[in-house]
């Protein structure tokens, strides 16, 4: 199996830009899919295919990825985007999924 | 669109327990079908995974040989056998689904239901 990193935690002001790492040896080789889950809720699907935005999340919400690292990125944070956010993506072999341990993003 | 998980609760170590999600407002026998857990206060894992036809069928190593992942597609239904429970089994389970031609991603998660492994 292999692993994805991400940093615990971080924190933006309403406006400000935050920017979530993913760190993982099966990037650039896969996809990353990234997650939002608030609290008491199920994770949504934000990012899919490193880049792409599913219908009906917001144009703030945008992903992109430089060799082993993926990065989520939210323009113009607003309160509600406080939520732990996940990356995940398939191992090399496309068969087992992994995800990263999450990184809880607070809005100051 | 709905995925309504249900069967979960309290059950001792090296017990059993089986898990139902029923999916509706979509092609069920069309999309891959997924179960992820979460611990209380963790964060996600994946279970494991089948393919539409039930052709391919897939576990995270902590969970093979004890769990067994099966689908009716006459039903609507997904289901998750659990044997031999052990406490870190412990957590609410995700029934997920994977939109068709998608390859590894979690499009839409039900509610999930709760797992409860104690003496």
């Known amino acids: 199996s292999y692993e994805l990193i991400q940093p615990p935690s971080t924190s933006v002001s309403p406006g400000q830009t935050a920017r979530i790492t993913c760190f993982g040896d099966?990037?650039?080789?896969?996809?990353a899919y990234w997650y939002q889950q608030k609290p008491g809720q199920a994770p949504v699907l934000v990012i899919y295919?490193?880049?792409e935005r599913p219908s009906g999340i917001p144009e703030r919400f945008s992903g992109s990825t430089s060799g082993t690292t993926v990065t989520l990125t939210i323009t113009g944070v607003q309160a509600e985007d406080e939520a732990d956010y996940y990356c995940?993506?398939?191992?090399?072999?496309?068969?087992?999924?992994?995800f990263g341990g999450g990184t809880k993003l607070t809005v100051l | 669109v709905q995925l309504v998980e249900s069967g979960g609760g309290l059950v001792k170590p090296g017990g059993s327990l089986k898990l139902s999600c029923a999916g509706s407002?979509?092609?069920?026998?069309?999309?891959?079908m997924n179960w992820v857990r979460q611990a209380p206060g963790k964060g996600l894992e994946w279970v494991s995974s089948?393919?539409?036809?039930?052709?391919?069928?897939y576990y995270a190593d902590s969970v093979k040989g004890r769990f067994t992942i099966s689908r009716d597609n006459s039903k609507n239904s997904l289901f998750l056998q659990m044997d031999s429970l052990r406490a870190e089994d412990s957590a609410l389970y995700f029934c997920?689904?994977?939109?068709?031609?998608?390859?590894?991603?979690?499009?839409?998660w039900g509610q999930g239901t709760l797992v409860t492994v104690s003496s």
């Open positions: 997920v689904y994977t939109v068709p031609g998608a390859l590894g991603s979690f499009d839409y």
């Open positions: 407002g979509f092609t069920f026998s069309t999309y891959a």
């Open positions: 089948i393919s539409s036809e039930s052709h391919y069928i």
């Open positions: 099966v990037f650039p080789n896969q996809f």
């Open positions: 295919k490193d880049t």
């Open positions: 995940q993506s398939p191992d090399s072999g496309g068969i087992y999924r992994v």
